[in-house]
């Protein structure tokens, strides 16, 4: 049977859709955001990041927006390609250097 | 610039062997490495934060004795798996940072740890 937990949550877009990833951070003072992008069987590769002193960053065809009032993550992927597809994690640093990472989201794209 | 690179991607041992895994930053000084463990379809869980020339700080519920971190060098870092158990069978990915980076982390390409 199923268990909670072991399946990533799935967003299935069709190629050329606009993509949106939502992630809930835990600590209100984290000051630096990433974004990851992986591949199966790969490491984590870097999208964009953002400090807390932003609510917005644009990156190529990525957008990051902020919500440090209710302590919210979003990546925004335009124009959504077949090589999108990925799992993509948040990541908050919660000083001391560490990172904590999300639960990550599973993206598929359909040709 | 800024790769890392682990050594092996890909091992297979007998339980109660132990495995040591490496990693490196090709192009640059690494003050601090990372080693995270991933299991399948969950998020990456830090292990331990390896610094240059002093012992590797442990996460709560990691134990040091089974996983050994040595970071000899400012460009190499290593985690041994020992007494390696089916149960240590996971994804294990290392990262490193630079001092002029804003706590950014550059990730290995990771290493698939089988125990048989």
């Known amino acids: 049977g199923e268990s909670v937990g072991l399946h990533l949550p799935t967003l299935s877009v069709q190629e050329g859709d606009n993509s949106i990833i939502n992630c809930a951070y835990s600590n209100s003072a984290s000051d630096y955001f990433i974004w990851y992008k992986q591949e199966s069987g790969k490491g984590p590769q870097f999208i964009i990041d953002i400090r807390s002193n932003m609510d917005k960053r644009q990156g190529q065809r990525v957008t990051v927006l902020l919500n440090k009032t209710v302590k919210h993550l979003s990546l925004q992927i335009a124009a959504t390609q077949p090589g999108d597809s990925a799992v993509y994690f948040c990541a908050e640093n919660t000083g001391f250097q560490k990172l904590v990472f999300g639960t990550g989201t599973r993206l598929l794209v359909s040709p | 610039g800024a790769v890392v690179s682990q050594h092996p991607s890909r091992v297979i041992c007998k339980s109660g062997t132990s495995v040591k895994i490496e990693c490196r930053s090709l192009d640059f000084q690494a003050t601090t490495m990372f080693w995270y463990r991933q299991f399948p379809k969950k998020s990456l869980m830090l292990m331990a934060t390896s610094n240059e020339g002093s012992k590797a700080t442990y996460e709560q519920g990691v134990e040091k004795d089974k996983f050994l971190i040595n970071h000899a060098s400012l460009t190499l870092s290593t985690l041994t798996v020992t007494s390696a158990h089916p149960e240590d069978s996971s994804f294990y990915i290392c990262?490193?940072?630079?001092?002029?980076?804003?706590?950014?982390?550059?990730f290995g390409p990771g290493t698939r740890l089988t125990v048989l």
């Open positions: 990262s490193a940072m630079t001092p002029s980076s804003y706590n950014e982390q550059f």
